[in-house]
């Protein structure tokens, strides 16, 4: 089975804080993904990576950063935390090449930003 | 824009009950997946549907492809309280580039005993 694990469920950090959430893929997976759920936005997309030191933007990177130094870690970065960061992230891998594309998610890491 | 519209967005039946829930859109997608989210876990995958008119079963649970590939449904028969969750659809337009999905809102299901 697939395992993506996130290293924090539960986060509370003040305001102007650097906060780093981790997520660790174990099934040797190309691409890895950031979101960030909130209630009736649904999923939207921060950043992704499809290879090692590779990134990209997604739909709303403002106020983000990621850091892909090896294969099975992705790093979300928030350099200064603000409250309106308060949300559940999302970590998640996809196989890549001709594969499905299906995605597999860690639990999830709900911050508050206080 | 919401590429992928799902409908209801919320849903609240006794157990015994059947519900369908339906993702739609003006775009085709190669490949369409159907996940279950619990309250404060990640996304699971149910399934995943590829060919236009596809019907899948997974134990009471029926997904449908549309034949145009534009849409999709989920089916539960007999609903039970372990069915609730926040059902969530993905469309993929790459083809194989197999970067980011298209997501749907989701339908949040309450089934009651």
């Known amino acids: 089975d697939v395992k993506v694990t996130q290293s924090s469920r539960y986060l509370v950090k003040r305001t102007g804080e650097k906060v780093f959430l981790e997520c660790v893929q174990d099934?040797?997976?190309?691409?890895m993904f950031w979101y960030r759920q909130d209630p009736g936005l649904g999923l939207r997309l921060i950043y992704f990576?499809?290879?090692?030191?590779?990134?990209e933007k997604g739909d709303i990177p403002e106020g983000y950063s990621v850091s892909r130094e090896k294969k099975e870690r992705f790093s979300l970065i928030l350099e200064s935390a603000s409250t309106n960061q308060t949300s559940m992230y999302l970590c998640?891998?996809?196989?890549?090449?001709?594969?499905?594309?299906?995605?597999?998610f860690g639990a999830g890491t709900r911050l508050s930003v206080l | 824009t919401q590429l992928l519209e799902q409908s209801p967005q919320f849903l609240s039946i006794q157990e015994g009950e059947n519900l369908t829930v339906y993702c739609n859109s003006s775009?085709?997608?190669?490949?369409l997946q159907w996940y279950r989210q619990e309250p404060g876990e990640g996304p699971v995958l149910l399934v995943t549907?590829?060919?236009?008119?596809e019907v899948k079963k997974l134990k009471r649970l029926t997904f449908q492809f549309g034949d145009a590939r534009k849409d999709s449904s989920l089916h539960i028969t007999a609903a039970q309280p372990g069915d609730t969750g926040l059902y969530l659809c993905?469309?993929?337009?790459?083809?194989?580039?197999?970067?980011?999905?298209?997501f749907g809102k989701g339908t949040l299901l309450t089934v009651n005993p």
């Open positions: 099934m040797d997976h190309e691409n």
């Open positions: 990576s499809y290879d090692v030191k590779m990134k």
């Open positions: 549907v590829v060919t236009g008119g």
């Open positions: 775009s085709v997608f190669s490949s």
């Open positions: 998640a891998s996809s196989l890549g090449g001709q594969a499905l594309n299906i995605q597999y």
């Open positions: 993905a469309g993929d337009k790459s083809g194989g580039s197999n970067y980011k999905l298209t």
